[in-house]
């Protein structure tokens, strides 16, 4: 019987472990692991699970064996036992070996994901209503990095694409084979990192900075989501690595700090510029394509009781002092109104508020030059 039981077990394991490797064609399981962290979790996670089944079998088997075996039907007449010493120590000591069991692998692997010393590079990575921003630090390298599905395919106008959702325009860039340590905050309400193949979960929260690690085995490009419910567009913020080999990472960080520079010059050179009302129009209308489209609608609409409307409202045709002020600053009236001062430039936000007093329905004609901008952010 016990041999027999022996067998069984042993075939369930091999199912088991079988049916592990099915599941990892059929993407039912965890994600391909792709860092030392993520493939411990991997690993934890099968451990766990076939100890799991196996107390399964084991305790429903016993039951159910002992239910037939002494059914009333056959005559059995029932046990009058109470407080058997033997069964209640063994209940005690069985699980608590095999729950300490456990506790060791994973708490191991907990420590090894805490442990963010030593890194070979360090990114501050954080979350905004929605997008990501990467920060390297004492490399003077800074980029968000926004969702790059189309409108259309987001509002069925067009048919997904292959990574509908979880595409952006600027990825998070880092070598393969180096410990990357990142600094997870946030910048207004908590979102969290999540980055399934590097076993990376780290929420961002605002007024906290929190770390983690990773080091990526191959190269490759690596998708994941914000984790955490953080409003409107929670799903529309997704996250995107990309692994490149030492020496093309290194390229890629040139090009970034050249790119840096030529934008901060760009700037300076065009902070005293006046521009000319169609000139704005055309650049804000590709701003608040980017940037207002999601909540104030291509129409500017907005949503009614959520978004106000910026055809015709009295922000976009008010006085300019309170434009610039709501976009510079965000809305204290509503949370979802973020503070554009700092992630958008000054001739960005001119541009925005421009296109947003002379289109949409608005002709008030009155033009909105960078340098307003740079006084009232002052
Ligand atoms: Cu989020």
Redesign the pocket.
């Known amino acids: 019987m016990i041999r027999r039981m022996a067998q069984t077990l042993s075939s369930l394991w091999l199912a088991i472990a079988g049916a592990g490797l099915v599941h990892a064609e059929m993407r039912l399981n965890l994600q391909q692991p792709e860092t030392v962290i993520a493939h411990e979790i991997y690993h934890l996670h099968t451990v766990i699970l076939v100890i799991c089944v196996i107390i399964f079998v084991v305790v429903f088997g016993a039951m159910f064996y002992a239910l037939w075996k002494h059914r009333k039907s056959v005559g059995h007449q029932a046990e009058q036992f109470h407080e058997n010493t033997t069964v209640e120590i063994l209940w005690t000591v069985i699980p608590f070996f095999i729950l300490v069991g456990m506790a060791i692998p994973a708490t191991k692997t907990i420590l090894a994901m805490k442990d963010s010393s030593n890194p070979d590079m360090s990114i501050k990575v954080t ?4 997008k990501w921003r990467y920060d390297y630090l004492g490399e003077n390298v800074s980029f968000y990095s926004d969702l790059s599905t189309a409108r259309e395919q987001i509002e069925n106008k067009a048919p997904k694409g292959e990574n509908y959702l979880l595409e952006v325009d600027n990825p998070m860039v880092v070598p393969v084979g180096k410990k990357v340590r990142i600094l997870v905050t ?1 910048n207004d ?4 990192w999540w980055v399934p193949a590097f076993g990376v979960k780290q929420d ?1 929260i605002p007024g906290f900075v929190r770390d983690s690690w990773f080091k990526v085995d191959s190269p490759g490009i690596y998708r994941g989501q ?6 409107k ?2 799903g529309f ?1 997704p996250i995107v690595v990309e692994a490149l080999p030492e020496e093309r990472y290194r390229t890629w960080l040139a090009e970034q700090q050249t790119k840096g520079k030529a934008a901060t010059a760009a700037a300076s050179a065009g902070a005293g510029k006046t521009y000319a009302l169609d000139e704005l129009k055309t650049e804000g209308e590709k701003v608040y394509a980017r940037t207002c489209v999601a909540c104030h609608q291509a129409n500017g609409q907005g949503v009614p009781g959520a978004f106000p409307a910026l055809a015709h409202g009295p922000i976009t045709t008010g006085p300019i002092a309170a434009h610039i002020d709501i976009v510079l600053n965000g809305s204290k009236k509503n949370p979802a109104m973020a503070a554009w001062k700092g992630q958008l430039s000054d001739l960005e936000i001119a541009a925005v508020i421009t296109y947003e007093r002379n289109a949409l329905g608005n002709a008030v004609g009155d033009v909105v030059q960078p340098s307003q901008i740079a006084a009232a952010a002052k």
Not at 127 to 130: M, S
Not at 189 to 192: A, F, L
Not at 226 to 231: T, Y
């Open positions: 979350g905004y209503q929605w946030a309400v908590i979102h969290s961002a914000c984790a955490e419910l953080c409003g567009e929670h913020m």
